[in-house]
């Protein structure tokens, strides 16, 4: 009778070790393709220059101030919650910008729109020769976006990770039609 037992016992061990390693197998399928993480899609809405004033008499004078709007396509079946963070514009190297950006929820496999406004540090520009160069022929004046957004991905309700995106965009202001375009590139590190 212990013979039994312990003949029973070892197929229940077995068969239990074999389904462990089914769904080990098929977590692991599944992650690598119906979970596997995605880049979101980024695609900036219109630039719009709020303000732009520049006087140079009898004090020079530069206010520039965008509204930023984004939308985000999350293809994850997991959804980003951030905290709150800045995005910062530089020229030429240096920072001369800075956007707050409010803590959110980006919906797993959905749509969601950040903006922000943007104000530009005119006295730093004015400071720089070759922007103050671009402004008078009236030409492009480039610029660069960065922000990294730190937080947490959470996949059907139930596993949770730390993740952080990193977003740059090109924005380029066009002086003489008062214009504004940019392109964005993101990248989610978990």
Same mark, same amino acid.
């Given at each position: 009778?212990?013979?039994?037992? *312990?003949?029973?016992?070892?197929?229940?061990?077995?068969?239990?070790?074999?389904?462990?390693?089914?769904?080990?197998?098929?977590?692991?399928?599944?992650?690598?393709?119906?979970?596997?993480?995605?880049?979101?899609?980024?695609?900036?809405?219109?630039?719009?220059? /709020?303000?732009?004033?520049?006087?140079?008499?009898?004090? /020079?004078?530069?206010?520039?101030?965008? #509204?930023?709007?984004?939308?985000?396509?999350?293809?994850?079946?997991?959804? =980003? &919650?951030? $905290?709150?963070?800045?995005?910062?514009?530089?020229?030429? #190297?240096?920072?001369?910008? /800075?956007?707050?950006?409010?803590? $959110?929820?980006?919906?797993?496999? #959905?749509?969601?729109?950040?903006?922000?406004?943007? !104000?530009?540090?005119?006295? @730093?520009?004015? &400071?720089? $020769?070759?922007?103050?160069?671009?402004?008078?022929?009236? *030409?492009?004046?480039? =610029? !660069?976006?960065?922000?990294?957004?730190?937080?947490?991905?959470?996949?059907? &309700?139930?596993?949770?990770?730390?993740? !952080?995106?990193?977003?740059?965009?090109?924005?380029?202001?066009?002086?003489?039609?008062?214009?504004?375009?940019?392109?964005? &590139?993101? @990248?989610?590190?978990?």
């Amino acid at each position: 009778m212990g013979i039994r037992v *312990s003949r029973g016992l070892k197929i229940c061990a077995l068969v239990t070790a074999l389904f462990v390693v089914i769904i080990a197998v098929v977590l692991i399928i599944l992650y690598f393709t119906v979970f596997k993480p995605r880049q979101p899609t980024i695609t900036p809405q219109p630039v719009i220059l /709020e303000n732009f004033r520049w006087s140079f008499f009898p004090i /020079e004078v530069l206010n520039i101030t965008l #509204g930023i709007a984004v939308t985000i396509d999350n293809h994850n079946y997991g959804s =980003f &919650k951030y $905290d709150n963070s800045t995005a910062y514009l530089s020229y030429d #190297g240096n920072v001369i910008g /800075e956007a707050p950006v409010a803590a $959110d929820k980006i919906p797993a496999r #959905g749509k969601h729109n950040v903006s922000t406004t943007l !104000t530009i540090y005119g006295d @730093k520009l004015l &400071k720089d $020769d070759k922007f103050k160069r671009e402004l008078f022929l009236g *030409s492009i004046l480039n =610029f !660069t976006s960065a922000s990294t957004l730190h937080g947490k991905v959470t996949v059907l &309700k139930l596993f949770k990770a730390k993740a !952080t995106s990193f977003t740059t965009c090109n924005v380029s202001i066009f002086v003489q039609d008062l214009g504004a375009e940019s392109v964005c &590139k993101s @990248k989610v590190r978990l």
